[in-house]
């Protein structure tokens, strides 16, 4: 892609007034069944910026997991039309593997479709999922043992990353 552009938050991304695109209440892109805008097939909106509906039309939840499953499914899209000019992919069918939340020091709650943990067991999966999943560090052993440090020092330690101090 030429231009990509990344949002985080519980509100929607301003993409869709960029756009000039029809927004739901939330403010998020209303797309097509292969996360096209309407009107325009070369522009996708995925995560919180889009208003993705399942194939039973209820709205597919703004978390992480839907949003990987939608950046996986667009750029198949796009592979596939550079490979043999104007494929039309299947619509999009977002696959939900269940929910991980901490709700505190030592206590989360999992509910995966044939199991439910809560607390300190829960917690601990939930610590070890993150990890695992983390995207573009340079060491997951790194970000672990500061997370242990700040476990263990009851350390407030924001998690944001603002952006390079040296490029400014």
Do not use: C
């Not at 198949?76 to 939340?101: E, Q, S, V, W």
């Amino acid at each position: 892609a030429g231009t990509v552009i990344w949002a985080a938050g519980v509100a929607a991304s301003p993409a869709a007034s960029w756009l000039g695109a029809e927004t739901d209440r939330a403010g998020r892109v209303v797309v097509e069944p292969d996360l096209s805008m309407p009107g325009h097939p070369n522009v996708f909106v995925i995560g919180d910026a889009a208003l993705v509906r399942s194939a039973g039309g209820t709205p597919v939840p703004g978390i992480a997991p839907a949003a990987k499953q939608e950046g996986r499914y667009v750029a198949r899209a796009i592979l596939d039309r550079i490979a043999d000019g104007a494929a039309t992919p299947p619509p999009f069918r977002y696959r939900h593997a269940g929910n991980l939340a901490t709700i505190g020091r030592r206590a989360a709650v999992i509910e995966f479709p044939r199991l439910h943990l809560k607390g300190w067991l829960a917690w601990w999966v939930w610590g070890i999922s993150h990890i695992y999943f983390l995207v573009g560090v340079r060491s997951p052993l790194l970000v672990t043992l500061n997370w242990l440090w700040q476990y263990l020092t009851y350390a407030q330690g924001a998690r944001l990353i603002t952006g390079d101090e040296r490029a400014r």
